[in-house]
């Protein structure tokens, strides 16, 4: 389809570089250079590490995308960023790398939410989003719950972590098992060879008078370490798989059971997962049974949509032009704090046309628009 929007997304809010293309709901290009090997040895994601890795990797990367979808950087219909939120030296590389695109080709910049993005990225593998859709993101960086009638105008938090996300307590008891960093890949793979009963690792907010949809990891994972350390003290063994399929039993317990009970309290027939986190085998299989016994359809990505890629920025961007949504301002900063109940950060002194199907702006007009902003 011609006539869609073609925008090019760049991320770059953690340890990843993506760069993707999209023309509406179709992907065309997604191209990631992962930083994660410079971070191993430290045991995480050193912000600095990671916005110089950024630094070098983003030309070669847009150059790599552009050749990937067959397409020239005239031909875009606009340039989508994570504006936020995320680590702000991180962000910054990719903010100002789109803004200096999209002034040198013409074409509107959009600022996008990174949540935002992992719940848009669905439609590029299973056609436009149910509206409302309920997500549940999960990441080393978030664990969410949010319902969003319009993704590219309203997006709901119902409940979030209080504590460290899931993707960060993987992370954490792999640590503890000496299993490396990142940790959710190792867990997932071991976990196959334990037994997820072998343990019982408390379940975090889930008595009755605990908030319905939030989530907490932390004592979770100090249970799991105080086991552990226990284990070693008595000179026993660790049974590492028995231990990281429990432990993986747990988070993934506590996640579906309050996404379920959420779509069935909203009226919400459709569950998406998203996030880093998404890509568990054991999530996957869970949040399978437990919608299907409860009548919902479940949209998963595929787990290279799940982590942090440019085609989510991509696909969320296209979304907003699609719906004429107006193009971010030139002074657009990198907010890592970005709030998820702003998917995008418009222009304040932009009129919108909600859903106008059109292409937004004349190009000439916001290359004339950013030369004034420029040097207001």
């Known amino acids: 389809m011609a006539d869609e929007p073609l925008v090019l997304g760049i991320e770059t809010s953690c340890d990843e570089t993506g760069v993707g293309i999209v023309r509406g709901h179709t992907l065309l290009a997604d191209a990631v ?31 790599r995308a552009l050749k990937e979808a067959g397409v020239a950087a005239s031909d875009l219909d606009g340039i989508a960023v994570t504006a936020g939120p995320g680590l702000a030296g991180a962000l910054l590389v990719g903010v100002s790398a789109a803004k200096a695109y999209a002034y040198a080709l013409g074409k509107p910049l959009y600022g996008v939410n990174h949540l935002a993005s992992h719940i848009c990225v669905d439609q590029l593998e299973h056609g436009p989003l149910p509206e409302p859709t309920m997500a549940l993101l ?73 908030a319905a949809y939030d989530f907490s990891f932390s004592g979770l994972k100090t249970a799991v370490a105080r086991w552990i350390e226990a284990k070693r003290a008595a000179g026993e063994e660790v049974p590492v798989a028995d231990v990281s399929a429990s432990f993986q039993e747990a988070v993934v317990d506590v996640l579906t059971r309050k996404a379920v009970r959420a779509c069935k309290d909203e009226g919400v027939e459709h569950l998406m997962i998203g996030g880093g986190v998404a890509a568990n085998s054991r999530l996957r299989a869970m949040a399978e049974r437990r919608c299907e016994d409860a009548g919902l359809t479940l949209r998963v990505p595929r787990p290279k949509l799940c982590t942090d890629n440019g ?39 932009a009129h919108t046309h909600s859903h106008s199907h059109s292409h937004g702006h004349s190009h000439d007009h916001v290359h004339e628009l950013s030369r004034k902003n420029l040097y207001a």
Do not use: C, Y
């Not at 430290?42 to 990367?61: C, D, I, K, N, Q």
């Not at 009963?197 to 408390?202: K, R, V």
């Open 138 to 210: 999960v990441s080393g960086g978030h664990s969410s719950l949010l319902l969003a009638p319009d993704i590219t105008s309203d997006v709901r938090p119902l409940g979030s972590t209080i504590d460290d996300a899931a993707g960060e307590a993987f992370d954490k008891i792999a640590r503890v098992l000496n299993l490396g960093f990142p940790g959710g890949p190792v867990i997932d793979r071991i976990a196959r060879e334990g037994d997820p009963d072998a343990i019982a690792f408390p379940r975090g907010l889930t008595g009755p008078r605990d």
């Open 33 to 63: 250079a992962s930083s994660v090997d410079e971070h191993a040895r430290f045991g995480g994601v050193v912000p600095e590490v990671a916005s110089r890795a950024h630094l070098e990797a983003m030309v070669p990367t847009i150059q």
């Open 311 to 349: 085609a989510m920025v991509a696909a969320l961007g296209a979304e907003m032009v699609a719906r004429g949504r107006s193009a971010s301002a030139w002074d657009l900063s990198a907010d890592s704090s970005l709030p998820v109940t702003d998917p995008h950060v418009p222009d304040p002194n």
